[in-house]
Antibody
Framework: QITLKESGPTLVKPTQTLTLTCTFSGFSLSTSGVGVGWIRQPPGKALEWLALIYWNDDKRYSPSLKSRLTITKDTSKNQVVLTMTNMDPVDTATYYC????????????WGQGTLVTVSS | NFMLTQPHSVSESPGKTVTISCTRSSGSIASNYVQWYQQRPGSSPTTVIYEDNQRPSGVPDRFSGSIDSSSNSASLTISGLKTEDEADYYCQSYDSSNWVFGGGTKLTVL
C-alpha cells in the first residue's frame, strides 16, 4: 500500500526559502521508472505542477519556477525534498507530493497536502 | 510550453451525461498521454482516467476518456450522473520537460 505525506513549515516569511519533505512508503525510489512529483494548489485555484524526480535521479522542473526550485531524493530514508527560494505571498498554497509509475504516467497516489502560508 | 484549456464550469442533472473538454494549445494532443483527476472539496486529487482512456480499478465505467486530434483536445465523459460526481475535474498532460494541468472544471450535479 503506497502512502505519501508532506511535512514542513506552515508559515514562512517573504524572501525566505521553503523546504518541504515528502516521506513515503509502499514503494522504492530505486525501482526502475518510479518518480515522485510536487504539485501545488493556491486556495480556490487550479493545480500547478512544480517538479519531478525519477528513480535514476532524472529531475524535471516547471519552466516558470525552475530558477527557484531544487528537488532531491534520499532513497535510504524514502524521502524527497523540495526547496523553493525567495518565497512570496503568491506562493501561498497547499503543496502535494505524488507518486508516478513511469515517465509520463499519471500521478496515481497523492499525499494529503500541506498548506504553506507566506506572510510577514 | 503548452497550455490545457478547460471550461470553468459545467452543470447537469442526475442521470444525464456530461462531457468536459481539454484543449491543448500547441503540440499534438495525441503525442502524450492525457490523465483526468477528480478533486472533491478538502481532498487530494484522485485519478479517474489515465493514458487517455484507461480507468483505474475502482472507477466506475460511467467515466470514459477520449482524444480528438482534429480539435486537439481530450474529453472526459461521465454518464448516469450521480450527486457524488460533483467535484472539480482536472486534465493533465506533458511534453519532454513540462507537466501541465488544465485550469479545472467545476461539475455541478443539480
Amino acid at each position: 500500500q503506497i502512502t505519501l505525506k508532506e511535512s514542513g513549515p506552515t508559515l514562512v516569511k517573504p524572501t525566505q526559502t521553503l523546504t518541504l519533505t515528502c516521506t513515503f512508503s509502499g514503494f522504492s525510489l530505486s525501482t526502475s521508472g518510479v518518480g515522485v512529483g510536487w504539485i501545488r494548489q493556491p486556495p480556490g485555484k487550479a493545480l500547478e505542477w512544480l517538479a519531478l524526480i525519477y528513480w535514476n535521479d532524472d529531475k524535471r522542473y516547471s519552466p516558470s519556477l525552475k530558477s527557484r526550485l531544487t528537488i532531491t531524493k534520499d532513497t535510504s530514508k524514502n524521502q524527497v525534498v523540495l526547496t523553493m527560494t525567495n518565497m512570496d505571498p503568491v506562493d501561498t498554497a497547499t503543496y502535494y507530493c505524488a507518486h508516478t509509475r513511469y515517465y509520463g504516467s499519471e500521478f496515481d497516489y497523492w499525499g494529503q497536502g500541506t498548506l504553506v502560508t507566506v506572510s510577514s | 510550453n503548452f497550455m490545457l484549456t478547460q471550461p470553468h464550469s459545467v452543470s447537469e442533472s442526475p442521470g444525464k451525461t456530461v462531457t468536459i473538454s481539454c484543449t491543448r494549445s500547441s503540440g499534438s494532443i495525441a503525442s502524450n498521454y492525457v490523465q483526468w483527476y477528480q478533486q472533491r472539496p478538502g481532498s487530494s486529487p484522485t485519478t479517474v482516467i489515465y493514458e487517455d482512456n484507461q480507468r483505474p480499478s475502482g472507477v466506475p465505467d460511467r467515466f470514459s476518456g477520449s482524444i480528438d486530434s482534429s480539435s486537439n483536445s481530450a474529453s472526459l465523459t461521465i454518464s448516469g450522473l450521480k450527486t457524488e460526481d460533483e467535484a472539480d475535474y482536472y486534465c493533465q498532460s506533458y511534453d519532454s520537460s513540462n507537466w501541465v494541468f488544465g485550469g479545472g472544471t467545476k461539475l455541478t450535479v443539480l
